[in-house]
């Protein structure tokens, strides 16, 4: 019998990687390269495991040689065998495979920072010239982010690059999200090697020993350019600074590319957002979330999202119980959804008790995939919850009528991670929402209002 494997993100682009060659193609107990781990005991040694796409379609087949047990699950070793082919709806006509790229000699492959700043492109278009080649520029293209603006707007900007010549090329690839330390070094090696580049520039400096050791595992040598170090890189707070004094920089950007920057560039007061306020039942984060998101659409431009508890419940996750496992499920739903109004720019205001801590943190990672999260604790003491009781649920709780009840027989992790703790006890709401504004103005994500 063939057990099967559902891949999602950088698990797809890795495997796409693989099976057109851009990088070696074998899942290895390798921590910088492919890695594949399963729940412990899903394919044991000489199984055969179908890998799909969230779609359930079988885009490989792995045949298990080894198996390495990890605190994280068992970690698979194989090499994939294609079964069906990948697509993709967006960049069509970039994702071209190192056999459909016409590019003479050995290209100078160019990897650059997103955005590639116009300083590190013409240093690289002046590097090919004085050595007669050609650039290949590459576009790393996360798996699964069709609909996600920054992902679209890397390939946008890329586009309009005027640096470009003739017999120049730009390339998109799927991408599994890797930094530029060496692991993330060298799997960019291995797939412009695939291309036929022999050299490639890449915008941070390397120590000739990691140098050294990415040219030994790949054939290619990493070009330094001669550019300032804070003109090859811009991060995206000084982006944001850059865009905000004035006219763009020359060396940043050339008069098309800085237009569409400064469109699709999100200040971190314009990106979205989600909001989540956790406490106990009776806490007041219903009632301060409420607030709050009025306030939120009469101060900024964004759409707000209102995901409170009771409501949520009604539509998002009928059907669920109280137990731990649906209340966990509950929070990942809201999670899920705060994560995508996130991502389209939108400001998400949630208000679930999230009793767990490990729960809330995976949706802080979720969210900040997208955008900004705030984490409000409203530590209004059990005592005073329990006095306001408004529904009886502490009485019925104490009765032993109402099993597993946070507060009361089940546990609520104190946040150690909040960006904000109020209490509500003896205080208005408006005073409330006063001070999770004030941290939303102080961390940037809501701009000051204007003085008279």
């Not at 851009?22 to 399963?38: C, E, K, S, T």
């Not at 960049?91 to 290209?107: A, E, I, Q, Y």
């Not at 000739?208 to 991060?235: E, I, K, M, N, Y």
């Amino acid at each position: 019998m063939v057990s099967a494997h559902t891949l999602h993100g950088d698990e797809l682009a890795w495997l796409e990687l693989m099976l057109t060659g851009r990088q070696p193609a074998r899942y290895a107990d390798d921590p910088d390269g492919p890695q594949l781990v399963l729940p412990t005991g899903a394919a044991p040694p000489g199984s055969s495991l179908d890998l799909l796409d969230p779609e359930g379609v079988t885009v490989a087949r792995l045949l298990v040689d080894s198996v390495t047990t990890t605190p994280s699950g068992d970690l698979v070793t194989g090499i994939p065998v294609a079964r069906t082919p990948f697509s993709h709806p967006d960049h069509v006509d970039l994702r071209r495979s190192p056999d459909d790229v016409d590019v003479t000699g050995s290209p100078l492959g160019v990897w650059g920072d997103v955005p590639s700043t116009h300083a590190f492109r013409q240093a690289a278009a002046e590097h090919a010239g004085r050595a007669s080649l050609a650039v290949l520029e590459f576009v790393g293209v996360p798996t699964g982010a069709e609909t996600d603006l920054a992902v679209h707007g890397a390939v946008r900007l890329a586009r309009q690059h005027t640096t470009r010549r003739t017999g120049d090329a730009l390339v998109a690839v799927p991408w599994p999200g890797l930094g530029w330390d060496e692991s993330g070094l060298r799997a960019r090696a291995h797939v412009v090697a695939a291309y036929g580049c022999r050299t490639l520039a890449v915008p941070v400096a390397v120590d000739p020993v990691t140098a050294g050791r990415v040219q030994d595992a790949s054939g290619v040598r990493l070009v330094d350019l001669d550019v300032p170090p804070d003109h090859a890189r811009v991060t995206a707070a000084r982006l944001t600074e850059l865009l905000a004094d004035g006219p763009t920089p020359d060396w940043l950007a050339e008069a098309p590319v800085a237009e569409t920057l400064r469109a699709l560039h999100r200040t971190p007061d314009r990106a979205g957002l989600t909001i989540l306020l956790s406490g106990l039942s009776g806490s007041g984060k219903s009632t301060v979330a409420r607030t709050l998101a009025v306030r939120l659409i009469e101060r900024g431009t964004r759409s707000v999202s209102l995901l409170d508890g009771d409501v949520v419940r009604h539509h998002l996750s009928k059907g669920l119980g109280f137990s731990r496992a649906d209340r966990d499920l509950n929070v990942r739903r809201i999670g899920f959804v705060a994560s995508e109004i996130t991502r389209a720019g939108g400001v998400a205001v949630c208000a679930p008790i999230a009793p767990y801590d490990a729960t809330r943190k995976d949706v802080r990672a979720m969210v900040e995939a997208h955008g900004g999260f705030v984490l409000v604790h409203v530590a209004t003491p059990l005592a005073e919850c329990e006095r306001r009781d408004r529904k009886g649920l502490y009485a019925k709780a104490r009765a032993g009528e109402i099993p597993e009840f946070t507060g009361i027989s089940d546990p609520y992790d104190e946040p150690t991670d909040a960006e904000v703790t109020i209490d509500t006890t003896g205080r208005s709401v408006d005073a409330c929402v006063d001070d999770v504004m004030d941290a939303l103005v102080r961390l940037g994500f809501v701009s000051a209002e204007p003085t008279h």
